[in-house]
Nanobody, 128 residues
């Protein structure tokens, strides 16, 4: 069982930036798409961004386009989410997820059902 570990969350003022990191525990290399989802209190989990195994393709939720950037470092076996121009409505628990299915990159990866492994999440709080 692959375990994903997130870090980098915290409290930031509106307009500020944070960078989240996600890596599998142990010597496990994720050879497929990885994504970030978020869940705010009282709301359903929502898709944020996904990146392909090669790093050459990505999809973003409309709400974060132009502000968030997903990337991956193969050498460090880590996926990042750079979040700029943060807004109070970005406040949520952010979780990373990994897909172990066939390497078919597309809109299906915007659904949580596409992922096999999840992290515990890291809290991001944006104050006004």
């Amino acid at each position: 069982q692959v375990q994903l570990v997130e870090s980098g969350g915290g409290l930031v003022q509106a307009g500020g930036s944070l960078r989240l990191s996600c890596a599998p525990s142990g010597r496990i290399f994720i050879k497929n798409a990885m994504a970030w989802f978020r869940q705010a209190p009282g709301k359903e989990r929502e898709f944020v961004a996904v990146i392909s195994w090669s790093g050459g393709n990505s999809i973003y939720a409309d709400s974060v386009k132009g502000r968030f950037t997903i990337s991956r470092d193969f050498g460090k076996n880590t996926v990042y989410l750079q979040m700029n121009s943060l807004k109070p409505e970005d406040t949520a628990v952010y979780s990373c997820a990994a897909d172990e299915g066939p390497p078919m990159f597309g809109m299906r990866l915007m659904s949580a059902a596409a992922y096999d492994y999840w992290g515990q999440g890291t809290q991001v709080t944006v104050s006004t």
